[in-house]
């Protein structure tokens, strides 16, 4: 009977108590295990939204004045109604010019690029020459076919002209329009010059094109930041100024956002103001007296543009602590400390650094 005794309330006591205490520290450790791996999956989202969104920036920098006349032949136009894209509306008559900057209320840059194949529409990316001996030929072995411009597709006509002058002007049919359906250009052709049809809108059976391009303008709000983000972060954005009423908001695709819990975003030019080589930074495009550049005097000097974005990178995270209250942000320093519980925030600068392509 001895050897049959079992264990006693002490014992089994002893042993739920170590037993508590090991599940204990395994739960803290898991606790902990997923703690991190929800944080390193936020960072990972941003650092791919980065990735994606500020290739499009990229891109959109990079085609800066793709398309655009240098020469208005009568012609005029109309750009946005935004109350906030107001101010880097061109004069209806003159050029456009094809890259802006100012800061916005809150200090942060506000970037507009104008070229034809900013939009978020197929037929803003393709072309074609209108030769003198009549319609355009369709893209057939060299390029695809998918790269032809559809018969009701809105274009805009270039005259190349000379590198002296009439470089790059906008033709104006005989009726006063700038543009025209692709199947009905008869009244852009030249008996002299082969001329150049780029496609700025799809069909539309009401509304004629606003302006002889498309207009991207990229900016921070934080009207609606999603949960995560710090307050006092936003979301930057791509709006593309309709070509229906110049509004962003005709239908929803023509706001996209980039990326989310953005502090701040400087923009910053690289200008050769003399053509000597030397290079000059400014934050706006004005010459030395202070007076905007005009349409050509961009093209001439815009050698470079940097972008400068500050966001979250993740969550909040109650067991980090950021190291300094201050953060440059291109040619300043960003104050940390205007966001609530900002020290356990990551933090990160995103770096553009590009060369316009098509300025010139």
């Known amino acids: ?8 309330i002490i014992e089994l006591l002893v042993v739920v108590l170590i037993f508590g205490f090991v599940l204990a520290a395994t739960s803290d450790m898991f606790v902990g295990i997923l703690r991190g791996y929800k944080q390193q999956s936020k960072i ?11 290739e499009m920036l990229r891109r959109d920098i990079e085609h800066a004045g793709y398309g655009l006349p240098w020469m208005m032949s009568g012609a005029s136009y109309l750009e946005a109604t935004d109350a906030n894209a107001l101010v880097y509306n061109d004069s209806s008559s003159n050029p456009p010019r094809a890259i802006l900057s100012l800061p916005d209320a809150n200090n942060r840059a506000y970037l507009v690029i104008k070229a034809i194949n900013v939009a978020r529409n197929d037929t ?21 076919a998918s790269e032809n411009l559809n018969p009701t597709d809105r274009v805009i006509v270039i005259s190349p002209g000379t590198p002296v002058t009439n470089s ?13 359906q692709y199947d009905s250009l008869s009244g852009f052709l030249s008996p002299d010059e082969t001329r150049v049809i780029y496609g700025v809108d799809p069909p539309d059976g009401t509304h004629p094109l606003r302006m002889p391009f498309n207009r991207a303008d990229y900016y921070v709000s934080t009207s609606s930041p999603p949960g995560r983000c710090a307050s006092g972060t936003g979301v930057l954005y791509k709006a593309i100024v309709s070509q229906i009423d110049g509004s962003f908001t005709p239908t929803n695709t023509n706001i996209l956002p980039l990326l989310d819990c953005v502090a701040d975003m400087q923009v910053v030019f690289s200008l050769d103001r003399d053509s000597n080589g030397t290079l000059s930074s400014t934050t706006v495009l004005t010459d030395p007296a202070g007076n905007a550049l005009n349409a050509q005097q961009i093209r001439d000097q815009v050698k470079e543009v940097s972008v400068y974005i500050l966001a979250q990178e993740g969550q909040r995270d109650t067991g980090y602590t950021h190291n300094s209250n201050s953060i440059l942000v291109g040619p300043s320093a960003f104050n940390l400390t205007t966001i609530p519980n ?12 590009v060369k316009p392509n098509n300025l010139r």
């Not at 009977?1 to 006693?8: I, Y």
């Not at 990972?44 to 969104?53: D, F, L, R, V, Y």
């Not at 803003?124 to 695809?144: E, Q, R, V, Y």
């Open 124 to 144: 803003c990316t393709k072309w074609n020459h209108l030769p003198s001996s009549g319609l355009p030929t369709p893209w057939t072995s060299t390029n695809p």
């Open 44 to 54: 990972a989202e941003t650092n791919i939204e980065g990735i994606i969104g500020l």
């Open 1 to 8: 009977m001895k050897g049959e005794r079992g264990f006693t």
């Open 168 to 180: 790059r002007a906008l033709v104006v049919s005989g009726s006063g329009n700038f543009f025209t």
């Open 342 to 353: 900002w020290q356990n925030y990551r933090w990160k600068v995103y770096t553009l650094v």
